[in-house]
C-alpha cells in the first residue's frame, strides 16, 4: 500500500514559480516511479513529467519542457516538481502517482496509487 500527498498548489501570476511536493509513505519508495499528472476541468487528466527510482530518468510532456523540473528524495520519501514560467493554461488540478509496476510513463492507466490533488491557478 502506497499512500501519496500532493502540497505546494496556490495562486501565481503568470511567469511566477510554484514547487509542489508528493509525500510518499512506504520503506520501498524508491523502488516506485512517480508521475506528475494535471487535470483542468472538462478535461482529461493529462502526463506532466515522470521520475524513476533511483531518479537518473526522467521524462516530460513537450508543454513542459525547459519549465518545469521533477526531482526526487529517497531519503524523505518525497517528488518534487519545480514549475517556472507558469503560464495560465498550467492551470489545473496536479496529481502525483505512483507506479509498482514499470510499464511506461505517460497514461494515467499504468499508476497504481494517486494523491488527492492540489489546485494549481496561475492568472493573467
Known amino acids: 500500500q502506497v499512500q501519496l500527498v500532493e502540497s505546494g498548489g496556490g495562486l501565481v501570476q503568470a511567469g511566477g514559480s510554484l514547487r509542489l511536493s508528493c509525500a510518499a509513505s512506504g520503506r520501498t519508495f524508491s523502488n516506485y516511479a512517480i508521475g506528475w499528472f494535471r487535470q483542468a476541468p472538462g478535461k482529461e487528466r493529462e502526463f506532466v513529467a515522470a521520475i524513476n527510482g533511483n531518479g537518473g530518468s526522467t521524462n516530460y510532456a513537450d508543454s513542459v519542457k525547459g519549465r518545469f523540473t521533477i526531482s526526487r528524495d529517497n531519503a524523505n520519501n518525497t517528488v518534487f516538481l519545480q514549475m517556472n514560467s507558469l503560464k495560465p493554461e498550467d492551470t489545473a488540478v496536479y496529481y502525483c502517482?505512483?507506479?509498482?509496476?514499470?510499464?511506461?510513463?505517460?497514461?494515467?492507466?499504468?499508476?497504481?496509487?494517486w494523491g488527492q490533488g492540489t489546485q494549481v491557478t496561475i492568472s493573467s
Open positions: 502517482g505512483a507506479q509498482t509496476v514499470p510499464l511506461g510513463y505517460y497514461l494515467p492507466n499504468w499508476y497504481n496509487y
